[in-house]
């Protein structure tokens, strides 16, 4: 049944102040080991099933360090374009190409490529319900005459992501904030107000994409080193769609710290893309042309920042309500002794 799924694990590389770290070996060595193993295992005469791509650090200006190009957002790009075109780039391992070296003559075509996080479970048979969901005759994506945005049908699908059960469980802190773990067969549907009033969901990172669309809209359109946050534009590009009956499940952070780091993480993100709410943008060619994105796009990018201000606004008001009571408390005692 699932002998046209392959696997790519895309190990990506640290920052770093050096170009090359003593650990890269080590991890490299050890990728190629597991790959080996199992295609031992899983043995597939068509295409090996299971490969490890590792890349190199570039030496980012903004950054002052090196890193992997683009990080995540980088990272998928290169891996579309070579799967499309075999378009060569700058990886200290690919296991495709040492397979494509040893005489094999082409690697297959792929249609759709699953995304998952490293600390994101593929619950069993949630990749099949995916790729038929994108299969589905009223899903095929339609571009508008400029290429650059589906504007009917969906190139993304994000799943429903739940909690991971044992990641529910880690500690004091996910048992206080994490939520119920692992699936409930009884609430797997759940409503979106997005999806269900304007057919568009949010792309949260984790979810299915055409790979020859996914490539034409997205590969010119957002300017080198300006953009960390990626996945609510690439949502808003390519139509996402939520599967709110398909769930993977997530990981969560550990510690307070963690998650702090996430939400400054997402809440950067939220900003830099708030050029994408203005008539005008700028493309990776830095030449300005038309924003594409719809109002309900440009509202979803709105929303999102004003969520992740939500915590400071909840931390000021209650500040302020202290001082009002205390001032209450204050006025009454006055008034009082003045009695």
Known sequence: KSQNIYFSLLGD?????????????????????????????????????FNFIY?????????????????????????????????KFDWQVNTIED???????????????ITLDADTDLVLNSAFELI?????????????????????????????????????????????????????????????TYQDNFAEGIFTGKGIYDLQVFSDVLKNQIPENTVLSHDLLEGNYLRCALASDVILLDGYPTSYNSFKTRIHRW??????????????????????????LNTISKYKILDNLVRSIFEPIILIAFIFILFMISFIIYYFETSIYLF
């Open 55 to 87: 890349r190199k650090r570039v030496w980012i200006d903004s950054e002052n360090s090196f890193l992997g190009w683009e990080r995540k957002r980088g990272y998928i790009q290169q891996f579309n374009e070579y799967m499309l075109t075999r378009r």
């Open 267 to 292: 809440t950067r993100g939220d900003i830099q893309i708030l050029r994408w709410l203005k008539s005008k943008i700028k493309n990776n060619q830095n030449q300005s042309q038309k924003n594409p």
């Open 13 to 49: 590389c640290s920052t770093s102040k050096s170009e090359k770290e003593k650990f890269d070996d080590e991890i490299i060595k050890r990728g190629k080991e597991l790959v080996e193993e199992l295609n031992s295992k899983y043995p597939d005469e068509k295409f090996h099933k």
């Open 99 to 113: 397979w494509l070296e040893k005489g094999n003559n082409k690697i297959i075509p792929i249609k759709y490529v």
């Open 132 to 192: 038929g969901a994108m299969g589905h005759i009223l899903n095929t994506p339609i571009l508008n005459t400029e290429k650059d945005l589906v504007i009917e049908g969906h190139a993304l699908i994000q799943p429903r992501v739940g909690i991971g059960l044992v990641a529910s469980r880690k500690s004091i802190f996910t048992k206080i904030f994490a939520g119920s773990g692992g699936i409930d067969c009884y609430s797997n549907a759940i409503s979106d």
